[in-house]
């Protein structure tokens, strides 16, 4: 088994930053994704990296405002969020997948397993 716990999220004004982390109970090499989901709205993958760090991805939604980055060393895997607005609020997660090739494809059901989620809430 493999569990993931998410930290750093909280209430933030427009224009600020956010940097989340995500720490693995284990080493491992698995492709890691940052998802969110806003009330009574679908899961949306934000971004993901594959397990040696040296292929990312983005959604246009964050590209430019958004940085993935992993410490295999620390067993974590850090999403750093500037620029925040509103439409970012939502409960973010992280997960990891067995296949680097989830990283290709932001479908949450390429991913086994799943942290509890931080809230991240981005208001004046």
């Known amino acids: 088994q493999l569990q993931l716990v998410e930290s750093g999220g909280g209430l933030v004004q427009p224009g600020g930053s956010l940097r989340l982390s995500c720490v693995a109970s284990?080493?491992?090499?698995?492709?890691i994704g940052w998802f969110r989901q806003a009330p009574e709205k679908e899961r949306e993958g934000v971004s993901c990296i594959s397990g040696s760090g040296g292929n990312t991805n983005y959604a246009d939604s964050v590209k430019g405002r958004f940085t993935i980055s992993r410490d295999n060393a620390k067993k974590t895997v850090y999403l750093e969020m500037n620029s925040l607005n509103p439409e970012d609020t939502a409960v973010y997660y992280c997960?990891?997948?067995?296949?680097?090739?989830?990283?290709?494809?932001?479908?949450?059901?390429?991913?086994?397993?799943w942290g509890q989620g931080t809230q991240v809430a981005v208001s004046s």
């Open positions: 284990r080493f491992t090499y698995y492709a």
């Open positions: 997960a990891a997948a067995r296949s680097n090739a989830a990283c290709g494809r932001p479908d949450s059901s390429m991913y086994d397993y």
